[in-house]
């Protein structure tokens, strides 16, 4: 795949068939819109994920959300849904006083020689969003593409959206939110030295400092998988201030299933299955040990009941 953070100029003979969206979260619906394209791709046509780097509610109030998906994250999942190009353009002022037709007519016509656009319903664009599909079809048919306008995918009575992922997030309600973007919440992150004071009592941690942007699930205990070197291990997560040892900053740590390595420096990209419980204040270290020992066990009938993995994760 290619990413470019600039609007890409096909050669001569190169079609294209895109999608334009916010694609937070690359979610079930958005990635109904990639299968659309991914059907007209052929040995003359590029599938393109056309997106921008703010929300425009951002930029209008000149400040950064906190995103489901970082930068780099929307990359790795824009991959693994094996589209040809993920455009990721700064918004700039003159892109958000842009007339609808000038807009069609420079970068999906000029630039991207779009033969196909397959768009949500509730798509706009352009000069006070006042492009829309009905807009972008009749503009269609002026410069000589097809529009598609995707219904929503739904969960029961509501539209999938990242909206609606973030207020299931803000609950922690993990399987929920997996159910709705159609793969596990995940966070990446170099692994940085800790304290180490979890050696001391049995349980070694990788700590992550997520970046600033990414929105985290509420602070508390979670049942979760690593990616690290290639390799998968189960785990339990805290995110949170860790406020038995009295940290400042808020962090990701996980203890690493069956994991002896040393993997500092190391990126690894932790998932979210299950919300455990909330952070908590122990009186002692003693007393934090025996509720890992408990979260281990509870974290072990998960695996056991979800992926018949009979884990042996009780603490030493």
Same mark, same amino acid.
């Given at each position: 795949? %290619? ?10 003979? %190169?079609?294209?068939? #895109?999608?334009l ?7 079930r619906?958005?990635q109904k ?7 007209k791709?052929g040995e003359?046509?590029?599938? *393109?994920?056309?997106?921008?780097? !703010? ?13 489901? !998906? ?6 790795e ?7 040809? *190009? ?17 807009? #069609? ?9 779009a033969?196909?656009?397959? *768009? ?14 009905? #807009? $972008? ?10 529009v598609?306008? *995707? ?6 009575e509501?539209? %999938?959206s990242?909206? =609606?992922?973030?207020?299931e997030?803000e ?6 939110? /997996? @159910? !709705?973007?159609? =793969? ?7 692994? #940085?030295?800790?304290?180490? $004071? ?12 997520p970046?600033?942007? +990414? +929105?985290l699930?509420?602070?508390? &205990? =979670? ?16 995110v949170g201030? +860790? ?7 808020i962090? &990701?740590?996980? =203890? ?6 040393? $993997?500092?420096g ?13 952070? @908590?204040?122990f ?7 025996? /509720?890992?020992?408990i ?5 072990r009938?998960?695996f056991?009941?979800?992926?018949? /993995?009979? !884990? ?5």
């Open positions: 795949m %290619i990413y470019t953070t600039e609007v890409p100029h096909l050669n001569s003979g %190169i079609r294209s068939a #895109v999608t969206g916010k694609f937070d979260g690359f979610h619906g958005h819109l990639v299968e659309c394209i991914k059907q791709s003359n046509c590029r599938t *393109i994920i056309f997106t921008f780097d !703010l929300p425009y509610k951002a930029y209008q109030q000149k400040c950064m959300p906190k995103l489901l !998906l970082t930068y780099e994250e929307k990359r999942v824009a991959e693994a849904l094996h589209a040809d *190009i993920l455009a990721e353009c700064p918004f700039t002022e003159e892109l958000m006083n842009m007339e609808p037709e000038v807009f #069609v007519k420079e970068y999906l016509v000029d630039r991207l020689h033969e196909y656009v397959a *768009i949500g319903s509730d798509f706009h664009f352009g000069h006070n969003r006042s492009g829309n599909p009905e #807009v $972008l079809s009749a503009l269609g048919e002026k410069y000589g593409f097809t598609e306008i *995707i219904e929503k995918e739904r969960d029961g509501r539209e %999938i990242s909206t =609606y992922i973030r207020e997030l609950q922690g309600r993990m399987e929920k939110v /997996q @159910k !709705l973007l159609g =793969y596990p919440y995940f966070i990446k992150g170099e692994i #940085v030295h800790g304290r180490q $004071l979890g050696r001391t009592i049995g349980v070694p941690t990788a700590n992550l400092i970046p600033p942007m +990414k +929105k699930p509420p602070n508390g &205990v =979670y049942v979760t998988q690593s990616s690290v070197g290639g390799k998968v291990y189960s785990g339990i997560t805290n201030y +860790k406020p038995t040892v009295k940290e400042n900053f962090g &990701v740590e996980t =203890y690493l299933f069956h994991c002896n390595e040393d $993997l500092y190391q990126e690894a990209e932790v998932r979210f299955y299950k919300y455990l419980r909330p952070e @908590k204040k009186d002692s270290l003693s007393e934090l040990k025996t /509720q890992l020992d979260d281990v066990e509870t974290a009938a998960f056991e009941k979800e992926y018949g /993995q009979a !884990l042996e994760l009780r603490l030493s």
